[in-house]
């Protein structure tokens, strides 16, 4: 049975080799050097948005962009939205401001040459947010971006800020700018957040739990956002050698992602993010929070929601 609150459904376009837990065994400089493998996944996702009909939310890494313009006019074609997820997928915190900037500035470039239409969303490469990189907020939105959905409320060893809100906020920034957030989903569970919503989540946990964390977010008014990679199609992908840890996160249950998704697009409603704000005014449905990034922290700011 589906439920009647619409989800978000989101995909980072990036190919094998350009994913964070890899960056120490493939330097950027050697991006050139590697297999691309991208366009058969990309096609696959397309088709499958298709056969549900469900408009999603492209985060596209300018470095692909600019290579295969090709990939982000289909996409556009296809009715999706298009967002960037930088340029050269940098972890923020291992980077300057200034080094943020213009990395954002060149993918959104990138992006709009080619779709001829602005850049307001945006995806941080591994949601790498965090309280070191809140200037970042104020960035995005410096350079035009209105929503932005890399903030992952969870403990994690790359991103992670575990006391943001759970579910979508509209954030005003000291710059006096606005933006609105969609943190990555979790369950509340044994008081801790439990991502559920993508990436190696997505394979790895049992489909039962995902679907009961879906619709606990669901009953209690709260969108889920989900997000998976075009690699995570590619069975065949050269595998990397790397840490235990990382190997079972990365590898582990790749065949089962299309899988997973045509399985939740058929149990729940899924849409853009852009359709979503439209279904559901975002500074009218949802709390409002003023951010201080120098204090690094949040102010409830109205009391809705
Ligand atoms: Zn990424």
């Known amino acids: 049975m589906r439920t009647k609150i619409h989800n978000a459904m989101t995909v980072d376009v990036e190919d094998w080799f350009q994913v964070s837990v890899l960056r ?10 590697q297999e691309i493998r991208i366009l058969p996944s990309i096609c696959r996702i397309l088709d499958l948005f298709e ?3 469900v408009t999603a939310t492209f985060f596209v890494l300018g ?8 990939i982000v006019r289909t996409i556009q074609k296809y009715g999706h939205e298009i967002g960037s997820h930088g340029y050269a997928h940098r972890i923020i915190y291992e980077h300057s401001r200034d080094e943020f900037v213009a990395d954002l500035a060149r993918s959104i470039e990138v992006l709009q040459s080619i779709t001829g239409e602005k850049v307001v969303y945006y995806r941080a490469p ?4 965090t309280h070191k990189t809140m200037w970042a907020l104020e960035e995005l939105a410096n350079h035009g971006i209105i929503y932005d959905s890399s903030i992952f ?7 992670g800020m575990p006391e943001m809100p759970r579910s979508p906020f509209y954030l005003i920034l000291q ?9 990555l989903s979790t369950l509340r569970l044994w008081r801790e957040n439990i991502p559920i919503s993508g990436g190696g989540y997505l394979r790895l946990l049992p489909y039962w739990f995902i679907r009961r964390g879906i619709k606990k977010n669901n009953d209690e008014g709260i969108p889920v956002v989900l997000y998976f990679h075009p690699w995570e199609l590619d069975t ?12 079972f996160r990365h590898y582990t249950n790749i065949d089962r992602t299309e899988t997973r998704v045509r399985d939740l697009l058929t149990e729940f409603k899924f849409t853009s993010l852009g359709e979503l704000c439209k279904m559901n005014p975002i500074e ?10 120098n204090k690094r922290n949040l102010r409830r700011s109205n009391n809705q929601g």
Do not use: M, V
């Open 24 to 33: 120490k065994a493939i330097d950027y400089k050697d991006w050139e050097k």
């Open 153 to 159: 409320p969870i403990k994690h060893d790359i991103g």
């Open 126 to 129: 591994s949601f790498s947010i």
């Open 51 to 53: 056969r549900h009909q």
């Open 284 to 293: 009218r449905r949802w709390p409002e929070f003023a951010i201080d990034t």
């Open 236 to 247: 065949e992908q050269p595998k990397i050698k790397l840490s235990r840890l990382s190997k």
């Open 175 to 183: 710059n006096g700018l606005r933006l609105n957030e969609f943190p």
């Open 63 to 70: 470095w692909i962009a600019e290579r295969f313009p090709e």
